[in-house]
């Protein structure tokens, strides 16, 4: 089941790469460009793994259930290069990021922006490689 | 002091400065200690008199001949970008309307490999991207040239190639490879680098043209000067190709800068990661 949350991210005109397609699988070939998702909560896990980071987070479903989510990020040469580490986030840490989902349906999202809770945009920069150099 | 303490914002800052002071601080934090050699300045290197590195310097030299050494990165292609990207297309790096002559098989299994979006291909499981796919992800590349030996150490996957110039011909193959075996000579200032006991597994880019263990590639490095390269690589296999053809792929160089380890771990995977 998706959640679909309006949150307005603050307007910062940081321009994201909105296209993510990956030295390691295609994008095309496992995410859905026309289905983008908003997820909120806390982060359970940050996994710093080559070809790409795993970001999980814990989202309330409708009925107030915690579902963990995985949300794919760039690979970690590519993140340390934009300045981030595996201390970027902790768990506990409040997200929300969007992204798109994946074909099959799971609970697995393509992410694109990763925005902490006083609007600060995290991982930024990603490219459309998973480990490409700025 | 570590990252996540330098982090924390100060208050009332708008939200654009706060990105452009979190990601200054970051930066200067994760790389100005010269964190996993990210920033780090690399010998040899001719500086301009801000202490840039000068890009436009001419190319340097071993042995009377250009040296490569250095680590470079694709110039990506003035391709439209594309909202559902599928990866690397080496028609990108050919010129506008250009044919790649492909047998009835090849284009099937082609058109098979780019309809399904390049699902299948075997960087998906952490298998090499070979040639002339490797130079085709923004990954680093970097050449490390000696008189007998050119080696290429690609960020990528931690995959490397050997290029024997020590005069040694082409070998005789009963165990093809993935990269294949590679010699190499100067024409003139033009590297040429011959290569053939590939295996057939490997496609040449991620909409997945397709090559028999009968390829065999020419590529033709030319440093142009200190921070550009250029490279024309020849496909030659008759039992896909109905010709040899060629593409373009031109480098920057990446001076003051570093590869990072890149072990590719095939279990990634939602399915294969404990989540919590």
């Known amino acids: 089941m998706r959640q679909r949350r309006a949150i307005a991210l603050l307007g910062v005109g940081v321009l994201l790469v909105a296209t993510r397609g990956l030295a390691h699988h295609s994008f095309a070939a496992e995410y859905d460009n026309q289905k983008m998702i908003t997820l909120s909560g806390a982060v359970t896990k940050l ?21 963990n989510w995985d949300f794919e990020l760039n690979g970690p040469n590519g993140l340390l290069r934009r300045g981030w580490t595996r201390e970027s986030l902790k768990p506990g840490d409040q997200v929300t990021v969007n992204g798109y989902l994946a074909r099959d349906g799971s609970h697995l999202v393509n992410a694109v922006a990763v925005t902490m809770g006083d609007g600060r945009k995290i991982f930024a920069g990603s490219s459309v490689d998973g480990n490409t150099t700025p | 002091m570590t990252v996540n303490t330098l982090s924390r ?49 001419p190319a340097p030299r071993l042995n009377g001949k250009p040296d490569l050494s250095g680590i470079w990165v694709r110039v990506e292609p003035p391709a439209p970008p594309d909202p559902n990207p ?13 044919v790649i002559p492909l047998r009835p098989a090849a284009e099937r299994l082609y058109r098979e490999r780019s ?64 990269f294949g075996y590679s010699v190499g000579k100067w024409e003139g200032d033009t590297f040429v680098v011959q290569t053939s006991g590939f295996n057939d597994e490997s496609w ?73």
């Open chain 1, 47 to 67: 996994v710093w793994r080559n070809p790409h980071a795993h970001l999980f987070i814990d989202v309330k479903d409708q009925s107030g259930t915690l579902i």
């Open chain 2, 9 to 57: 914002p100060p208050r009332g800052l708008s939200p654009l400065l706060l990105i452009t002071v979190v990601a200054g601080v970051l930066l200067g934090t994760v790389h100005g200690a010269g964190a996993q050699w990210v920033t780090y300045p690399t010998p040899h290197t001719p500086r301009l008199a801000n202490g840039k590195p000068n890009l436009a310097a």
């Open chain 2, 86 to 98: 599928i990866g690397p297309n080496l028609k990108d790096y050919m010129p506008a309307g250009a």
């Open chain 2, 115 to 178: 309809t399904k979006f390049g699902a299948g291909r075997p960087s998906q499981r952490c298998l090499p991207h070979s040639i002339p796919d490797a130079m085709l992800p923004g990954a680093l590349i970097k050449f490390v040239q000696n008189p007998e030996l050119t080696i290429l150490l690609y960020e990528e996957f931690n995959h490397y190639r050997q290029i024997f110039t020590d005069g040694r011909p082409l070998p005789a193959v009963s165990q093809p490879a993935w």
């Open chain 2, 204 to 276: 040449l880019d991620d909409w997945g043209l397709p090559h028999t263990e009968a390829m065999r590639t020419i590529e033709r490095f030319r440093r142009t000067d200190f921070g550009h390269m250029q490279m024309e690589v020849t496909i030659d296999d008759p039992e896909a190709y109905t010709k040899p053809w060629s593409a373009i792929v031109r480098f920057d160089l990446r001076p003051d800068t570093e590869l990072i380890e890149d072990i590719c771990d095939n279990e990634t995977d939602s399915a294969h990661i404990e989540a919590k």
